[in-house]
């Protein structure tokens, strides 16, 4: 008595070639048993995973596990809570990992994070620039992160020459003004679990507002988890709760947009 009883994630009736863009499955508790995350995925519709490595030492100490499982893709990047530690060799050994490792397929996730400051700004702002400038040199798609540091991203992105570059806007949590920048820039969006709690208006609004041909969805897992999950692990299973809230806010038909971001990720990506 008194426990929430929570759908599960496999009745909600989601067809095969769904795409998680973004989730951290080298970290715990989901590294413990990464065959059944995977496997529960693929039973909830979810079809590609992309795996985000931050940093070169996480992708060489992971990259092997995911060996059996064709259907995770990787990203890598320095994000900027560890901007102060990133090196020259650092910056070398990402250029040669992507340059050795076809299922690397974009650079992130990298930017700003003014929320906790764990390494000095004008160090994020220098790991940024450096990482941008890697992408342009690789010629890959970018991923941002970007915390209470919205100006800055966008006015370093400019600066580095990346309007209308492949770029995505990892775990899109901002308003509509903000929607039509990105748009306005030709980049893309993509949408997280918190798009599901009712309260964030602003950020349901952007979702209900956005071009259908810009919008994607990840769980960033194993952090915010979707209503009715919000509090537990969040894990690539739960990305259809995501994709039926912004079905719903969108008034589409849940598999189609389900498919029509499947396919926008796997533009962006080159799945």
Known sequence: ??????????????????????????????????????????????????????GPRAYHAGRAAFEAHPGVFFLLGTHPHDAKDLTADDLEATAAAFRADPRLRA??????????????????????????????????????????????????????????????????????ACLDEVTTHGWMLSLPGPVTYPRNEALRAAAAAAPGDRLVLETDSPFLSPDPYRGKVNEPALLGFTALAVAALRGQDPAELWLLAAANASRFFGL
């Open 1 to 54: 008595m008194g426990k929430k009883k929570r759908p599960l994630p496999e009745t909600l009736g989601l067809p095969p070639g769904g795409v998680e863009t973004h989730a951290h499955l080298d970290m715990d508790p989901l590294n413990q048993d990464l065959d059944a995350v995977i496997r529960r995925a693929a039973l909830c519709g979810v079809s590609r995973i992309g795996q985000v490595f931050l």
């Open 107 to 176: 650079l992130g996730e990298i930017g700003l994070d003014y929320h906790y400051d764990l390494s000095p700004r004008e160090t994020q702002r220098a790991a940024f620039r450096d990482q941008l400038a890697l992408a342009r040199e690789l010629d890959v798609p970018v991923v941002v992160h970007s915390r209470e540091a919205w100006d800055d991203t966008v006015n370093i992105l400019l600066d580095m020459g990346f309007h209308n570059r492949p770029l995505l806007w990892h775990c899109f949590t901002e308003n509509v």
